[in-house]
């Protein structure tokens, strides 16, 4: 098995770690976003990935802020846990504006300057990733549905680029985005 194939399986098995953590709205899911990117850079910058290969640099920086996010009350700096909310009514405009913003920047960027082979798909992903990633970090129970998008492209686009264990795990990300919807909603109601 050669180097790359190897870097993707373990890419594969910390993304599986790193589900199963936010399935369960566990904070260690801000340490798998640490991890996971460290081997997904790796993999995508080989695949000719190159937007993919660019928010596992944001992945790192909103680990942090994801981690402060859920761990701590900021205003009285004293430890809470952040509860599980549906995302204010107020945040979709600008939330959908930024991603069209990145999702064309992006989409041109790749497909000016680069040799990318999917510049739209790989733009795409990418927007929405940064828009569903900050909906994480804030636990709205709507970045389900965020993820079951995102996923659902990216397990065609990594079987278009022959990553084949990213395809398996973004299949799993996608059906388990349903349920963990589902688990969402149930926690949301349950803290209430």
Not at 15 to 29: D, I, Q, S, T
Not at 63 to 79: D, E, I, M, S
Not at 106 to 113: C, I, M, R
């Amino acid at each position: 098995m050669d180097f790359d194939k190897i870097i993707e399986i373990i890419g594969f098995l910390v993304g599986l770690a790193y589900l199963y953590f936010e399935y369960h709205a566990n904070r260690l899911v801000w340490l798998m976003s640490v991890i996971m990117p460290m081997f997904s850079l790796w993999v995508y910058y080989r695949a000719g990935l190159y937007a993919d290969f660019g928010i596992n640099i944001y992945y790192l920086v909103i680990a942090a802020y994801g981690y402060v996010c859920w761990t701590f009350n900021l205003r009285k700096k004293q430890p809470r846990e952040l509860p599980v909310s549906r995302m204010p009514g107020r945040y979709y405009l600008p939330a959908t504006l930024i991603f069209g913003a990145i999702f064309v920047a992006l989409a041109f960027g790749l497909d000016n300057y680069t040799n990318s082979t999917v510049p739209w798909y790989d733009a795409f992903t990418t927007a929405l990733s940064i828009v569903g990633l900050w909906m994480l970090a804030r636990k709205y129970v709507e970045q389900w549905l965020v993820w079951f998008v995102v996923d659902a492209v990216c397990v065609a686009l990594y079987l278009y680029k022959e990553i084949p264990f990213y395809a398996v795990l973004y299949a799993v990300y996608t059906v388990i985005a349903l349920f963990g919807y589902r688990k969402w909603l149930r926690l949301m109601a349950s803290s209430e």
